[in-house]
């Protein structure tokens, strides 16, 4: 080979090197993306069982029922629809009703989620923020909601 | 008082930032050595100025002075002292006025280190420092002043967030700046050489050790970020791919190619155009992290607040040092001349192979982290890309660099010869996929992958010892000669190996952890038992304790062994009486390199609880290589030829003669 078919030999690499990590993420993408939804969503337009979705919205009081071993059931609500979901496992610390969740799993009918992680995570003013912005945009939301009995401290870390 | 002498102090250090920013340039334009002069004392008496600015906030959290507005929100009085002292970069102000502090730490570093840098290039390096330093000054004085008071001042504060009063959190953030901020020295470096024009071997030797020292402390940031994770969110996960971690990761990604590439630079004078903007994407990367982090765009623990004006702010400093970088690049990356043919098969070769697959997986990792962001900018749709997403393309990008990493040192600079280092690998991949298999058999089977990466990560320890073994040339020399030829090596050569093999460990750990771990999620009652990893664990009861500022419900278990107890563990959930706020601490006990991890659940209504149990094979090991990779570093860095105009030790002509050439 002479010099310049050895240099296209190494850009060629090179180039297909990223091409097949560019074709990878493309693939990753389609395989591992979660949509985010909120109740009212799921039930303008249906979620075809087994598509990994986020479902976003507060625990609606009074819906948290324990079952059998760690398994939990409550409802996702947003104001104008509720979404049944069932969790096995430990919830997170925060995890409490008339809070915002996210939780991420699948429906395995079209009317049963079952969640595989539950996040309300970290800072007990934490509000998911796609759950934030979306009460905020139906008109759902409450200053209460978001800035707890500590009174005046919402106000200045917000 | 003292607060206010830190207010002013601050303001100080804005205007002789702005002069630092100025003058020198005009100087080494102008070829004046009194203007350029300005650069090493101003920059001193900045980074004095921004120490006493830092001192006093910090003595207001001392104290506990809750009228000063960032103390009241962040801290209380009955926190244990460390945890007021590292309160002080526990939120939004005060750690970014540690990043100012490392900042202009770095600048008076070069100052004084810098002695023997050409005089432009000191001064230039130094105003380009500046450029940033006043750019985040103006960034705290105008949006996020921690030197705000409170009239009337309050009786109490508020708390800091109890996940961060841990020690852990305490040397996480500087240890983690020190990294990330470490990096804008090679920004200035990169910036100053396009300004003048002109680039050599010698630039890469001045950069290198800053690109060292500041890739050392952002490893070991990480994995203290890593470690905090695990023991303290209470989910025994170390790594989550969330946006924040990887707004640390894609810095040390591109570092750890930029230490790769600038090797090439100094020892061969090629690869000049590709390091200068390999040394801006990486602080870019870092800028783009405390955007990320800080303007509030993503919600986590390290967003401490969301103001708008902040997100803003710091995209205009991250848009106009990115953009004009770049810029500066495009238009002087011409006029820098290439130099240093080699062929593909080559230490240079292997070297921008390693540089290809860790920049490609940078974009990678940076594609999956803003994708989400510019997608709900873009079209208000909401996704979020997770672990899936980038075990998926991260990890398998991984490979290829993972089996060649012992290559590289056993090939020759300037043309290579591929199938010799493949001889000398031989045995050691050899050994390592035995050893791989052998756990096979003894484990009785499971995914054969793992057992691949398994031997992976054994094969990248043993191959790192290569590269000495056959420099000191074992086997064929008698043992005595051959140990004192090895303690002859150059000390980079031990870190080198030292970095690679830390990798390896780390490989093993993770490997280890993901493919091996059990979880059992169970309901237990006082006196119930529970099997994890070999263990028994019998649950002895609730009992409730007060700590300073929190109260706690905590489990006691005791585990035992082939029915011998051979520990115990609390594990417990507390709340924080200030904040009202729950967390869990999980319990660990280590055997070995493996851990049991016990976090509490909620209590049932007939008196059990909800236990989680987790039995985390070699995880200590992903920590543990981190730690070999940092001491490779410092080892690296006290190399000889690193130590930049440091008077030669006596020369030794019994040992120049023994050194092979390189």
Not at chain 2, 159 to 179: E, F, I, K, S
Not at chain 2, 186 to 197: K, N, Q, R, T
Not at chain 2, 631 to 655: C, E, Q
């Amino acid at each position: 080979m002479t010099r310049k078919q050895k240099r296209m030999a190494v850009i060629a690499g090179g180039m297909s090197f990223i091409l097949i990590a560019v074709l990878l993420v493309m693939f990753a993408f389609s395989q591992s993306v979660a949509y985010f939804f909120m109740p009212s969503d799921l039930a303008k337009n249906e979620v075809s069982p087994g598509t990994r979705i986020r479902l976003g919205g507060l625990v609606e009081a009074g819906s948290v029922v324990r079952g059998a071993g760690s398994t939990v059931s409550f409802k996702v609500t947003d104001g104008s629809a509720s979404v049944p979901v069932s969790y096995t496992g430990i919830l997170p610390d925060l995890f409490r009703e008339g809070q915002g969740v996210v939780t991420e799993g699948v429906f395995t009918t079209s009317q049963a989620f079952v969640a595989d992680s539950v996040l309300a995570k970290h800072d007990e003013n934490y509000m998911p923020k796609e759950v934030a912005d979306r009460l905020k945009a139906d008109g759902v939301w409450k200053e209460s909601e978001g800035s707890p009995t500590t009174g005046a401290k919402g106000s200045v870390t917000r | 008082m003292i607060v206010e002498i830190g207010h002013y102090a601050l303001v100080l250090a804005l205007a002789i930032a702005l002069i630092v920013s100025i003058a020198p340039v005009v100087g080494a334009r102008r070829n004046d050595a009194a203007l350029m002069a300005l650069a090493p004392s101003g920059s001193i008496i900045l980074f004095g100025m921004v120490t006493l600015s830092f001192l006093a906030l910090t003595w207001a959290y001392a104290v506990s002075d809750f009228s000063v507005r960032n103390v009241w929100e962040n801290s209380h009085s009955l926190m244990p002292m460390i945890y007021k002292l590292s309160g002080v970069w526990g939120n939004h102000e005060g750690s970014m006025l540690l990043w100012l502090l490392i900042l202009t730490l770095f600048s008076a570093l070069v100052a004084l280190f810098g002695r023997n840098l050409p005089d432009t290039l000191r001064a230039n390096v130094l105003a380009v420092q500046a450029w940033v330093t006043v750019a985040f000054t103006l960034f705290i004085l105008l949006t996020s002043n921690p030197f705000i008071r409170l009239n009337p001042a309050p009786a109490e504060g508020q708390d800091l967030n109890p996940v961060l009063q841990d020690p852990g959190l305490a040397v996480h953030p500087p240890l983690l700046y020190l990294g990330y901020v470490g990096f804008s020295v090679c920004f200035s470096f990169a910036v100053a050489a396009l300004i003048e024009g002109r680039i050599d071997a010698a630039w890469a030797r001045w950069v290198r050790p800053w690109t060292l020292a500041a890739w050392t402390f952002l490893t070991a940031g990480i994995a203290m970020g890593s470690y905090w994770a695990y023991y303290e969110l209470g989910w025994g996960g170390w790594w989550f791919w969330d946006p924040v971690e990887n707004a640390s990761f894609m810095p040390w990604l591109a570092g750890t190619a930029l230490l790769h590439s600038a090797l090439v630079m100094e020892k061969r004078e090629a690869l000049k155009i590709w390091t200068v903007l390999l040394a801006i994407i990486t602080f870019s990367l870092s800028l783009l992290g405390t955007f990320l982090v800080r303007s509030g765009v993503l919600t986590s623990v390290h967003a401490f607040a969301t103001d708008p004006t902040r997100g803003t702010f710091i995209l205009a400093i991250l848009s106009i040092f990115v953009g004009g970088a770049f810029a500066l690049f495009a238009w002087r990356a011409p006029q820098l001349k290439s130099g240093g043919i080699f062929a593909p098969i080559s230490r240079e070769g292997a070297l921008v192979l390693n540089n290809l697959i860790l920049t490609v997986s940078t974009a990678t990792v940076l594609t999956g982290t803003l994708y989400p962001l510019v997608l709900e900018t873009l079209t208000g749709e909401k996704i979020s890309v997770g672990a899936p997403f980038f075990n998926l393309t991260f990890g398998l990008l991984m490979i290829p660099l993972l089996l060649i990493v012992p290559m590289g040192p056993l090939l020759a600079w300037k043309r290579g010869d591929l199938l010799g280092a493949m001889q000398r690998l031989y045995l050691v991949a050899g050994l390592a996929l035995v050893v791989g298999l052998g756990l096979y058999y003894v484990e009785n089977g499971g995914p054969v992958l793992a057992f691949l990466g398994l031997a992976l990560g054994i094969y990248l320890i043993l191959g790192s010892l290569v590269d000495l073994w056959y420099r000191a040339n074992f086997g064929k020399l008698a043992f005595s000669i051959a140990f004192a030829r090895l303690k002859g090596l150059p000390r980079s050569a031990f870190g080198t190996a030292l970095a690679h093999m830390g990798l390896g460990v780390t490989v093993l750990g993770i490997v280890a952890v993901t493919a091996f771990e059990t979880e059992h999620v169970l309901e237990m009652k006082q006196g119930m038992t529970a099997d994890a990893g070999g263990y028994t664990l019998v649950f002895d009861g609730m009992k409730e304790a007060v700590g300073p500022n929190f109260t706690e419900e905590r489990a006691h278990f005791t585990i035992s062994k082939a029915g011998v107890a051979v520990a115990d563990v609390w594990s417990s959930k507390r709340i924080y009486t200030a904040r009202r706020m729950p967390t869990t601490e999980a319990g660990i006990v280590s055997f070995g390199l493996s851990q049991l991890y016990v976090s509490l659940g909620d209590p049932m209504a007939d008196g059990g609880i909800v236990v989680r149990i987790w039995w985390k094979p070699f995880i200590l090991c992903i920590w543990l290589g981190s730690v070999i990779m940092m001491i490779g570093g410092f080892v690296s860095l006290s190399d000889r030829r690193l130590r930049v105009g440091a008077p030669s030790r006596r020369t030794k002509p019994a040992k120049i003669a023994l050194e092979p050439a390189e």
